[in-house]
């Protein structure tokens, strides 16, 4: 399997994706919270860039089954129903919701996948199940979301801590570029724990804001059995997936 | 010290660099080729973006003693005297010259740096000069010039080594960003040799092309005991330097 890495989705050109299955992390918060938000019963996530965007988009859908979610500096936006906290996308929130979503960084990563021949959204909730779900394939882009086009150490060790598992499950080197080099080199060293995520700008970032207790729930490691899938730019739980928690 | 780091200059705004202490490292090869370059006798270098603005720049400060240098592809560009190989920067050719240079990446990182207090440039070569130059600044920002706006694991490295460097003389832990503590990880993994060089993307790039004896020249450590400035947008000598090699 031969792995390209990008730390910021801003490089990220068509052509680097196209024909290869993307692999989209946003540890803090935006795929910890997708793949919450679907193993707890939402039927599908919309990522949209901007929050114009996203209320044009919940609009036309319908705002009986759809909630509008989001957050601008970590907070959620204005007249929106729910934040960016995994802690918030309860079943009973969420069950057989349409979740029409525009965070910072994370939704960006997800545009910047689009033209890929498939795209999973990963995050140590889900590590295993993208794992598995990756099988088979054999040229791999992953996209970090990064914080604000800069890289963020949160999403690079959860990429290497992918890689490795990937590594370790096929029984060879994978071909990396220099980018999935050092996240290899960096998961190798650092353990995802809820410390470690702290330490980091964007785990800063939140314990300012008041949501430190975030932090745990984005350190969990596979707690949930499934890779959702964008197709379409639609999110949604693949079809092999069952919760675990 | 507090350190910022950045892997690649497309993020570096302004404001990012005002007021701080800057370095810029691009060592396969722009900033292994300007250390030689000055430590050979070149009175100067000007870092342009674009081949066009080196032409221009050349014509005003007048063709009898100023070279046009830099690469586009990693070969030299054409019309131009030298490329991009430390080996073509010998005192018999550069000395008493000055140097107008454009690279890929190179130039683009001096670009982002250039409204810092000060702008160092850094490489394996005058490693040990350039944490003498940085003694006694307390905000740093390292810009990796990186590959083609991507993660360049040989700058990284670099400048990993650069902050152990200013850790061990500080005898305290630097305040680092996510980058810079990224940085700070893989150089306590990976030494940079040759054989270290050849296996990042810009190595192999060399090799393909058939400058692969470039990389021995750049995996050189402290072979420079200089770490030159850049002014208004004209790299020099820092006075206090002197030649060890």
């Known amino acids: 399997m031969n792995v390209d890495a990008y730390f910021v989705p801003a490089g990220v050109e068509p052509a680097d ?6 692999v989209v992390i946003d540890v803090i918060r935006a795929t910890s919270t997708i793949v919450t938000a679907l193993a707890h019963g939402a039927r599908a996530v919309y990522p949209t860039v901007s929050t ?3 209320l044009k988009l919940a609009s036309s859908l319908g705002r009986d089954d759809t909630l509008l979610c989001g957050e601008r500096k970590g907070l959620k936006v204005d007249g929106f129903d729910l934040g960016n906290s995994p802690a918030e996308y309860t ?15 994370g939704t960006r990563a997800f545009a910047a996948a689009a033209g890929a021949e498939r795209v999973v959204a990963a995050s140590f909730l889900n590590l295993g199940a993208v794992a598995d779900a990756l099988e088979g394939a054999e040229e791999l882009v992953v996209i970090c979301a990064g914080k604000e086009d800069r890289f963020s150490l949160d999403d690079a060790v959860c990429a290497g801590h992918l890689l490795r598992e990937l590594e370790e ?3 060879e080197p994978l071909g990396t570029d220099d980018a999935a080099t050092a996240a ?15 330490s980091t700008r964007a785990g800063l970032a939140l314990v300012e804001i008041g949501l430190e207790s975030d932090l745990a729930l984005c350190a969990r490691r596979d707690v949930f059995a499934h890779a959702p899938e964008m197709e379409d730019r639609v999110i949604r739980l693949s079809s092999g997936g069952s919760e675990s928690e």
Do not use: H, I, W
């Open 91 to 105: 079943e009973e929130t969420v069950g057989d919701k349409r979740l029409v979503m525009s965070t910072t960084n």
């Open 169 to 171: 499950r096929g029984g």
């Open 17 to 22: 994706v196209a024909e290869r299955t993307a």
């Open 52 to 54: 114009e965007d996203a």
């Open 184 to 198: 290899l080199r960096l998961a190798a060293e650092l353990t995802p724990d809820e410390a470690f995520l702290r």
